[in-house]
């Protein structure tokens, strides 16, 4: 089984500033089409999961451009150019090149 | 707009069964895979199982598998799924959730596994 690892669990920001979250995976997820099966996920205090980031860097529709995903193979992050209010919440990576499976989650709160 | 409600939660003993619903509005059902996604009290997401747009391909996380069976109604953009012998690590939300990149999700419906 693919096991994704996010770091840091917690994330402390300040309004305004970036926050960069990491995942990595047990194996590389590319798929044998060709395309990379890493998509990002926000899910605010008391709401369902909503996905922001499909195949590594694609924006899904009405995600501000504040967000951003990047990596590769194994290695991949979800940058937030600068953190506001309503960004907080839990932040979940998720394989989809074998099997589905998604990483611990991250917390980020304001400082 | 696309619209996902589950139904069908509650509280059930162990060893009991459970048949959740989703109804699905705002896109073409029969075109897209349909997944089932949950989450454990306080705790991450797992994905459960997915089915495909004409149902002849079914998958599922080992930890359901035999127990559990997703089923869909293309006439009446339903997407079911019927939990047996559910356990006490069966509690969770359970959502459903549009395709296999999970575009889309639902409000979720409550699972309580106790006795």
């Known amino acids: 089984d693919v096991v994704m690892t996010q770091s840091p669990l917690s994330l402390p920001v300040t309004l305004g500033q970036p926050a960069s979250i990491s995942c990595r995976s047990s194996?590389?997820?590319?798929?044998?089409?060709?395309?990379?099966?890493l998509n990002w996920f926000q899910q605010r205090p008391g709401q369902s999961p909503r996905r922001l980031i499909y195949?590594?860097?694609k924006r899904d529709s009405g995600v501000p451009d504040r967000f951003s995903g990047s990596g590769s193979g194994t290695d991949f992050t979800l940058k937030i150019s600068r953190v506001e209010a309503e960004d907080v919440g839990v932040y979940y990576c998720?394989?989809?090149?074998?099997?589905?499976?998604f990483g611990q989650g991250t917390k980020v709160e304001i400082k | 707009e696309v619209q996902l409600v589950e139904s069908g939660g509650g509280l059930v003993q162990p060893g009991g069964s459970l048949r959740l619903s989703c109804a699905a509005s705002?896109?073409?059902?029969?075109?897209?895979?349909m997944s089932w996604v949950r989450q454990a009290p306080g705790k991450g997401l797992e994905w459960v199982a997915n089915?495909?747009?004409?149902?002849?391909?079914?998958y599922y996380v080992d930890s359901v598998k035999g127990r559990f069976t997703i089923s869909r109604d293309n006439a009446k953009n339903s997407l079911c799924l019927q939990m047996n012998s559910l356990r006490a690590e069966d509690t969770a939300i359970y959502y459903c959730?549009?395709?296999?990149?999970?575009?889309?999700w639902g409000q979720g419906t409550l699972v309580t596994v106790s006795s």
């Open positions: 959730a549009r395709s296999r990149g999970f575009v889309d």
């Open positions: 705002g896109f073409t059902f029969s075109s897209n895979w």
């Open positions: 194996q590389s997820l590319v798929s044998s089409d060709g395309n990379t099966y």
């Open positions: 998720m394989q989809g090149a074998h099997s589905w499976t």
């Open positions: 089915i495909k747009e004409d149902g002849s391909e079914k």
């Open positions: 195949r590594v860097s």
